[in-house]
């Protein structure tokens, strides 16, 4: 029923205060039940300063606000001027510190006690699961990084140059055939999503691509959100088109066993062929749920990020004209060298040439990176600059802040692709961690740069583009994105 249909028959205050009781005692219930971290009785604890905030909620409403508004950054500024460079609060159901700095950076990835382990806050758990890299370890997170790796490595990756390309072209051709106009927002994260379902998954373009792109759009809307499962919240949305996406991954993982079985598939051809191979120290196969967890997990990071990222450098081309004739001047450079070749798809060797391209998209990921950050948990009792973090607490790393930390980066407010252009590094370790780093750090950035660079190329050669809303906000969700979908004017060039 709609929800006007529902509010007819029920007066808005009665609804109201329906609606109050219900929260109010799920946050009674969840407060009962939240107890804070037990340590000695013997051991005076300093923990950082900060306010903790409301029970259970702590500060997370603000939290969440400022991210969607893409003002992160200024509410951890806030607090770091007023505590200091390690604070803490309590964010999405756990008391939690924010370490910003490289040095804290270092210390959440690589914790010399094992004091500090992968473990995201309920709601991202809830969604992703609880056997994704993410949130393993030990042999099995080895064994399915592996895998992972092994399948979008620099080896693997070479082959597919060729194939992404022609795929990128076909699926451009499809999606702007004829436009004068497109959001381009929603047509990246659609371009993005069958790229990556048809070279990493093989799933076929048709009706259950489409279907899994809703329900995954739906998914990540509520990895950020109130730790609230009642009806009508993101989370519950999120969940339910969970269900219905573990239910068609199930469905394709049977069917790829029996492909691999019968021969009709190698176990190289595609990310689910290869997943349903492993066995673990014992010989046994990986269950089901493993292995759905871990696919969850590459499809978004596999097409979100990519789309993110792709609709702020379209942004950005079209505002900085300087930006905007370094790529091309470079992209037309690479089809020169190509004149006379029979073969018109991009190698690996052109991808290698677009320097300046890529130096673009590592400025535009230093200024506002795919990732704000993440969440790791304390299991024992552990210190950092001179303060107590007590087991059970969770840390957060952010990439934001030492990203644009005149200490990192001089002039930080300028954007300057030159940082990335030189030889070597000439910013501190763990100051610039747009994948993260350490054990778990994103094992698809190389695909994520060449998907980008193939989609970046194609467009920039074929199409001038112009914003239709000058002034569109930016919002979290939680990547970064124009908050109106980036609908833009497109002025197809002459060839």
Request: glycine share 6%; aromatic share 8%.
């Amino acid at each position: 029923m709609p929800a006007h249909g529902l509010t007819s028959l029920v007066d808005q205050p009665v609804l109201l205060a329906l609606t109050l009781i219900i929260v109010t005692s799920t946050l009674i219930f969840t407060c009962l039940k939240f107890k804070p971290p037990s340590h000695s009785q013997h051991k005076v604890l300093l923990v950082p300063p900060g306010s903790l905030g409301l029970p259970f909620i702590g500060e997370t409403i603000g939290f969440l606000r400022a991210l969607k508004r893409d003002k992160a950054q200024e509410w951890i500024s806030k607090r770091v001027t007023k505590y200091g460079s390690v604070f803490k609060t309590s964010v999405l159901g756990c008391p939690t510190v924010f370490i910003v700095s490289a040095t804290g950076n270092r210390f959440v990835f690589h914790s010399n006690d094992n004091s500090i382990m992968i473990n995201h806050p309920k709601t991202i758990v809830t969604i992703l699961g609880k056997h994704t890299m993410l949130e393993l370890s030990g042999n099995l997170h080895k064994l399915m990084r592996g895998a992972v790796s092994s399948f979008l490595g620099p080896e693997m990756l070479r082959k597919y140059v060729g194939e992404m390309d022609l795929l990128v072209k076909q699926q451009l051709s499809l999606e702007l055939g004829g436009k004068e106009t497109v959001k381009a927002v929603k047509l990246l994260k659609r371009l993005a999503f069958r790229v990556t379902c048809a070279l990493l998954f093989a799933i076929p373009p048709g009706s259950e691509q489409d279907l899994l792109l809703e329900d995954f759009t739906t998914t990540i809307r509520g990895l950020l959100s109130l730790p609230f499962n009642l009806p009508m919240t993101p989370l519950r949305r999120a969940i339910r088109a969970r269900e219905r996406i573990c239910n068609r991954l199930s469905n394709l993982i049977r069917k790829r066993r029996k492909e691999v079985m019968e021969g009709r598939v190698s176990l190289k051809d595609d990310m689910i062929s290869s997943f349903v191979n492993l066995r673990d120290e014992n010989g046994k196969d990986i269950g089901d749920d493993v292995l759905i967890d871990n696919l969850i997990s590459l499809m978004i990071g596999s097409h979100d990020t990519i789309m993110s990222l792709l609709s702020m450098l379209l942004r950005l081309i079209a505002r900085n004209h300087v930006v905007r004739n370094g790529i091309i001047e470079e992209q037309e450079a690479i089809l020169k060298e190509r004149e006379g070749v029979e073969d018109d798809k991009l190698t690996w060797n052109d991808l290698q040439k677009m320097k300046y391209t890529w130096s673009v998209a590592q400025e535009l990921m230093r200024m506002n990176p795919p990732v704000f950050g993440s969440f790791k948990k304390v299991v024992k009792d552990t210190s950092f600059g001179g303060f107590d973090i007590p087991k059970g607490w969770q840390v957060c790393w952010l990439a934001n802040v030492t990203h644009t930390d005149k200490n990192n980066f001089p002039d930080p407010e300028r954007f300057d692709p030159s940082r990335f252009m030189g030889p070597s590094k000439s910013f501190p370790p763990f100051s610039y961690i747009p994948f993260g780093a350490g054990p778990h750090v994103c094992p698809g950035n190389e695909f994520a740069r060449i998907e980008v660079l193939l989609i970046l190329h194609h467009l920039i050669v074929n199409y001038k583009w112009s914003e239709m809303v000058p002034d569109e906000p930016i919002t979290r969700n939680p990547t970064p994105y124009p908050s109106k979908g980036l609908p833009i004017k497109l002025h197809p060039l002459e060839k």
